[in-house]
């Protein structure tokens, strides 16, 4: 599943109900204080990574009731709820209109310890007379009413309350759908709130305070922690054997002393044997240290929270794997603490490159202006503080000047030339592949290099970016490089060929269309399907692509077609997030399988070179 919206309600300074929406990649920016680390808080508590303390509710709310109430997209088409039985979230009235997992979670914060007070799904739910409250039902009770319904069961499965769920609804002529919410929390409803948890994704945080000085453990070496961590899994077992061996020691050093008291009985009232442990941990050593052999807390500031913050997003991929979760949400606040520029893009490039891998999100909380404009518009939210409470807004538009206003954005005059593409899955794209292309060419220019040094910026076409406004590329008259998609069959022009026509009668401008449907056609075959066959799934896959082939959807089909079940091409909604998932792991995964021989085989007009050289000859002093 993946996180579509958070609604706070009563928490800290969120008074009002205000809802942040999340992409794959979130920045959410604002001025201090305004509530950005609150959003992250809230997150952590709701996936039960951190704790409601009583002084959270507002204080300027009218009850001490603090509510929390998530949405995912991405549902699993099948999943399992109770007993062992496969069901569907859409059959079981459990999403709602936009056939989203919605959960609120409401918090007690009137006594002494705060309290999950009720947990539910608001939810397209039957409201009928006699067709609500089944998930909160025993098999026992479903069965009578089944009885009293006089609902036929002889082909359901009873081994399971959702077949006989199903069989009872569907008696139904009218179900009265509604938007309800149904209860996850009380008698049978925990047991399908305690197996649906499972497939939310799991969440790890990364505080911007969280302490990093010579005396925090982990500064002093992480890999310590994993010591206590892996020795905690083991803590009967290690117990056990402690137990048995200080048991034995002690019954030699007993008879010890017995046989001395034989010997010199004097002597033996002053021998008392005691046998001690010390800490397994102790057992083991390990460091993180440099070519110099410096410890890690003998390091400047800037390399500890480095050091820590991929020490974290190890910690996380491991937990979430342990856990069996299929997808897991990177939330870190303020990144840029403690990091040289350099490290800033460095990291973000890192990040942006996790969140392209389907099931991977990454949210992050910034008030620094080079950080914010390394991301396209869209994936902002604007937090801002007003006599009326807090607002949320999503970059765009007019909304990016209250930004640029808001975080004191400045042209950058390091910036050689701006890099103009559709969207955000281009740009892994293009900095893979001159990767890959300087591997076999000296001379090749090197995208993610020239990005992290600042020296260009990429701008998501799909609208209007946060760097192209802030940068006024007119008045700096700086170089620009565009790539659109062709997507329209020859002899028809160009999708945007007006566009490209426009960039190019620009000083220093140079504007060009693929010369087949998108870049995904310029992938091989079989770099798909070593990829999918590294996660698992093995493809059926056409011998070739054609130049103007939906590459992305034939993937997503093929994906699909392992499921057994037909593609649903009466859903768009499903269709298109299927076909997005692909997209994603075709400019991720897949591009790390490329290779410069299978570039020149899918690129026999070498369009990819051009477009390489056409960006070093821009930033060429």
């Known amino acids: 599943m993946q996180l579509s919206s958070l609604t706070i309600e009563n928490y800290r300074c969120y ?57 995912f997209s991405a549902v699993p088409s099948r999943i399992i709820i109770d007993a062992d039985f496969e069901t569907n979230l859409a059959e079981e009235f459990l999403l709602n209109r936009l056939g989203n997992l919605e959960i609120r979670k409401t ?37 009578k009413v089944a009885q009293s319904l006089g609902v036929d069961l002889a082909a359901v499965n009873k081994g399971a309350n959702a077949p006989i769920r199903k069989a009872i609804w569907k008696s139904f002529n009218d179900l009265e759908l509604t938007d309800s919410f149904v209860s996850l929390d009380k008698e049978d409803g925990k047991e399908i709130w305690g197996k649906l948890s499972n497939y939310l994704p799991s969440f790890a945080l990364f505080k911007s305070d969280r302490e990093s000085s010579d005396q925090d453990s982990e500064a002093q070496d992480p890999l310590r922690t994993a010591i206590r961590d892996a020795l905690q899994s083991l803590e009967g077992q290690l117990s056990a054997i402690q137990d048995h061996v200080i048991a034995e020691v002690q019954k030699i050093a007993d008879a010890t002393v017995e046989k001395i008291s034989e010997m010199d009985a004097t002597l033996a009232t002053t021998l008392k044997p005691v046998v001690t442990a010390k800490k397994w941990e102790s057992l083991f050593q390990t460091s993180i240290t440099g070519d110099e052999g410096v410890p890690l807390n003998k390091r400047g500031s800037g390399v500890r929270r480095l050091v820590l913050l991929n020490f974290f997003r190890a910690k996380a991929e491991k937990a979430a794997s342990e856990t069996g979760h299929r997808s897991l949400i990177y939330a870190i606040e303020e990144p840029e603490t403690s990091q040289h520029p350099h490290n800033q893009r460095l990291l973000m ?9 389907p ?29 009326k409470g807090r607002s949320i807004t999503s970059g765009g538009g007019a909304i990016n000047e209250r930004i640029a206003s808001s975080l004191g954005i400045l042209p950058d005059h390091t910036v050689k030339a701006f890099i103009g593409i559709e969207g955000k899955h281009d740009i892994e794209f293009l900095k893979i592949a001159s990767r890959i292309y300087g591997a076999a060419d000296d001379e090749a220019i090197d995208l993610e290099a020239m990005e992290l040094a600042g020296r260009i910026i990429f701008i998501p076409l799909g609208g209007s970016n946060l760097a192209l406004w802030a940068s006024r590329l007119a008045v700096l008259e700086i170089p620009e490089f565009h790539l659109c998609d062709r997507d329209n069959i020859p002899p028809q022009a160009a999708k945007y060929q007006g566009h490209v026509d426009a960039v190019n009668q620009r000083k220093n401008c140079y504007a060009t269309s693929t010369g087949k449907r998108e870049l995904e056609n310029y992938l091989h075959r079989d770099a798909i399907i070593e990829a999918y066959a590294d996660n698992g799934h093995a493809l059926e896959l056409p011998l070739s692509f054609a130049d103007f082939d939906d590459v992305p959807e034939i993937v997503a089909k093929a ?13 768009a909604d499903k269709c298109r997030s299927k076909v997005s998932r692909a997209k994603a792991m075709l400019n991720s995964q897949v591009l790390h399988k490329m290779t410069h021989t299978r570039f020149k085989e899918c690129d026999p007009d070498d369009e990819i070179s051009g477009w390489l050289k056409a960006v070093k000859e821009m930033v060429s002093d």
């Open 107 to 143: 918090y007690d914060c009137s006594g002494g310890t705060p309290k999950v007070s009720s947990v539910e799904a608001l939810a397209l739910h039957p409201t009928a007379e006699g067709a609500t409250g089944f998930h909160l039902l025993k098999k026992a009770d479903l069965l």
């Open 559 to 571: 994906v699909h077609h392992n499921t057994g079940n037909p593609w649903p091409a009466d859903d």
């Open 15 to 71: 008074k009002e109900p205000v809802t942040i929406s999340f992409d794959e990649f979130t920045g959410i920016v604002g001025r201090n204080d305004v509530g950005k680390s609150t959003i992250m808080d809230a997150l952590a508590i709701f996936f039960e990574m951190a704790k409601m303390e009583k002084e959270d509710a507002c204080v300027h709310g009218v009850t001490k009731s603090v509510k929390l109430t998530c949405e």
């Open 349 to 357: 490039s890192a990040l942006r490159e996790i969140s392209a891998v």
């Open 359 to 387: 099931g991977r999100q990454v949210i992050i909380t910034t008030h620094t202006p080079n950080l914010a404009k390394l991301l396209p518009d869209t994936s902002l939210r604007f937090v801002e503080r007003s006599d």
